[in-house]
T-cell receptor, first 115, second 115 residues
Framework: SAVISQKPSRDICQRGTSLTIQCQVD?????MFWYRQQPGQSLTLIAT?????????ESGFVIDKFPISRPNLTFSTLTVSNMSPEDSSIYLC????????????FGEGSWLTVV | AQKITQTQPGMFVQEKEAVTLDCTYD???????LFWYKQPSSGEMIFLIY??????QNATEGRYSLNFQKARKSANLVISASQLGDSAMYFC????????????FGSGTQLTVLP
């Protein structure tokens, strides 16, 4: 499977600031996804990022809060804007791989703590 | 709509023994895929095993096997010969075939392997 790298792996952020998370894949992929995992919770899909088009956001997530870029087939960024403590989560980049059943593969995750 | 239920918030197993993690699901899709992921304390999500709804045989991957009972809508993960490194959170997930965006996760089971 592809190698998916995320930066930063961890960060402590001040309330009201914004942080951009980078996701780099070592091969070209069509579909990339961004998930959020709040403390002690399961994963929730934020948006689907396709190259050359705007991201598709899931219910409860908006572009102003979570702008996403997808400049090419190997890279994407997710920005968490105007952060509050409720944004403290693990943010996970993922791709649809060539595995069975269109398996979703994940990056290492970015732990954000908002203080 | 899909739903995944994992009824075991926490499980303990002795090293070298086998353990079964339960997963039941509900879906109206005629064709779907079931997935298990492992999340160590580091936060990354590691794909373990996949089962297609029309697969005749239960999936196996090394020490992992999936006990798929379609009529009961269950897809339990069996880990044989548990190792200390198996201590992690385990998530069951499902998606309609060909629709990775609709990947739905259960609430997870925290497995602790005891020496």
């Amino acid at each position: 499977s592809a190698v998916i790298s995320q930066k930063p792996s961890r960060d402590i952020c001040q309330r009201g600031t914004s942080l951009t998370i980078q996701c780099q894949v070592d091969s070209q992929v069509t579909m990339m996804f961004w998930y959020r995992q709040q403390p002690g919770q399961s994963l929730t899909l934020i948006a689907t990022a396709n190259q050359g088009s705007e991201a598709t956001y899931e219910s409860g997530f908006v572009i102003d809060k979570f702008p996403i870029s997808r400049p090419n087939l190997t890279f994407s960024t997710l920005t968490v804007s105007n952060m509050s403590p409720e944004d403290s989560s693990i943010y996970l980049c993922s791709i649809m791989g060539s595995g069975p059943g269109n398996t979703i593969y994940f990056g290492e995750g970015s732990w954000l703590t908002v203080v | 709509a899909q739903k995944i239920t994992q009824t075991q918030p926490g499980m303990f197993v002795q090293e070298k023994e086998a353990v079964t993690l339960d997963c039941t699901y509900d879906t109206s899709d005629p064709s779907y895929g079931l997935f298990w992921y492992k999340q160590p304390s580091s936060g990354e999500m590691i794909f373990l095993i996949y089962q297609g709804s029309y697969d005749q045989q239960n999936a196996t991957e090394g020490r992992y096997s999936l006990n798929f009972q379609k009529a009961r809508k269950s897809a339990n993960l069996v880990i044989s010969a548990s190792q200390l490194g198996d201590s992690a959170m385990y998530f069951c997930a499902m998606s309609p075939t060909g629709s990775a965006r609709q990947l739905t996760f259960g609430s997870g089971t925290q497995l602790t392997v005891l020496p």
